[in-house]
């Protein structure tokens, strides 16, 4: 696939700051050759990136989602190895390769009238990347790990492990919005509702939507759809407080997982993290920990994806710290159960 960067052990090295009498995460992480050796690791993990901000700004968003990657990769590959971080777990597998799709979207003319529909146009192009390479690494059996990115990547997610499994899929998604809007064109607020129009998407549970960011439009939406679709607002778990974080979750699991389902993590719905909508109220990091935590445990896990961290040169450390705290929360199986 030439769209699809594979990650040397060269480049994983240039990443590391290494110490005497230390073992650092990216020394052990796994690397390979070309995309038939997944199917001969031993590792279970997959971890890809997608270094883009089209969708965001197609949604008429930040731009700055595409430096995410990076910042990720300069925290996790420094972090200690050791029997709960699991780095053997880990083949480093690469990025999709959206350079060529962010410098078109760079040249359009931002006056033009058909300036989002051909924003759009991209995302398009990008979504039938990453859904080829998620596929190909669902069928392998292993689970995909994808560092986005806008939240428009949840439809390759979703598409490529629909595929993969030939089956429709749930997904839970942590964030404040439902990014279900209309099937316009291609956009980071759309992903999900292009999924389940095409049937990849089957239940679908929002953790955390809040109300001063869902138009009704959309609550009707999700009415019209509330057999496979509900949600839990974050006012009723952290403001009155009429649900538990633990009920919260609980709920969200009878719902989704009694068959294979994505995790899907907004940054946006952390509070006071850098990305490209910073909310002032939401939650923890810690509740977001525990969250990946707790689902990624579950056996019908198909993949994880981390998105919309717009890292800024004061809290670039920050941002790569908090990605590579949630992607070790989620691989470390010897924590136990909530």
Not at 62 to 83: F, P, V
Not at 125 to 147: A, F, M, N, Y
């Amino acid at each position: 696939m030439s769209n699809l960067k594979i990650y040397s052990r060269k480049e994983i090295d240039n990443y590391l700051n290494t110490r005497q009498g230390e073992t650092k995460y990216g020394e052990v992480v796994k690397t390979v050759k070309q995309l038939d050796d997944l199917k001969t690791s031993p590792a279970k993990y997959v971890l890809l990136g997608v270094p883009e901000d089209i969708g965001v700004r197609a949604n008429k968003g930040n731009a700055g989602t595409s430096n995410a990657w990076n910042s990720c990769l300069k925290a996790l590959l420094n972090i200690q190895a050791n029997e709960f971080t699991n780095p053997q777990e880990v083949i480093i597998l690469g990025e999709i390769d959206c350079s060529t799709q962010m410098q078109a979207a760079d040249k359009l003319n931002k006056k033009s009238a058909t300036y989002y529909v051909d924003l759009g146009k991209l995302v398009t192009r990008i979504d039938q990347s990453l859904t080829s390479v998620v596929e190909l690494i669902v069928k392998t059996g292993k689970i995909p790990i994808i560092i986005g990115g806008g939240h428009n990547n949840s439809y390759g997610n979703i598409k490529g492990a629909s595929r993969a499994l030939q089956q429709s899929i749930n997904v839970i998604n942590f964030d404040v919005h439902s990014d279900f809007r209309a099937l316009e064109y291609r956009h980071s607020g759309n992903g999900f509702s292009y999924a389940f129009e095409e049937s990849y998407l089957q239940d679908y549970f929002i953790f955390g939507l809040q109300k001063n960011y869902t138009s009704l439009t959309i609550f009707e939406r999700l009415e019209e759809h509330k057999e496979h679709i509900k949600y839990e607002l974050f006012e009723n778990i952290v403001v009155r407080k009429s649900k538990s974080f633990a009920q919260a979750m609980h709920d969200a699991e009878t719902f989704i997982t009694q068959q294979r389902f994505g995790i899907e993590v907004d940054l946006d719905a952390i509070q006071n993290i850098n990305s490209s909508a910073m909310t002032p109220s939401g939650f923890s990091v810690n509740q977001a920990r525990q969250f990946v935590s707790y689902f990624g445990n579950n056996s019908n896990i198909t993949y994880l994806h981390l998105c919309e961290g717009y890292p800024v040169s004061e809290t670039d450390g920050q941002l790569g710290k908090l990605l590579a705290y949630l992607i070790t929360d989620f691989t470390d199986k010897h924590l136990n159960s909530f």
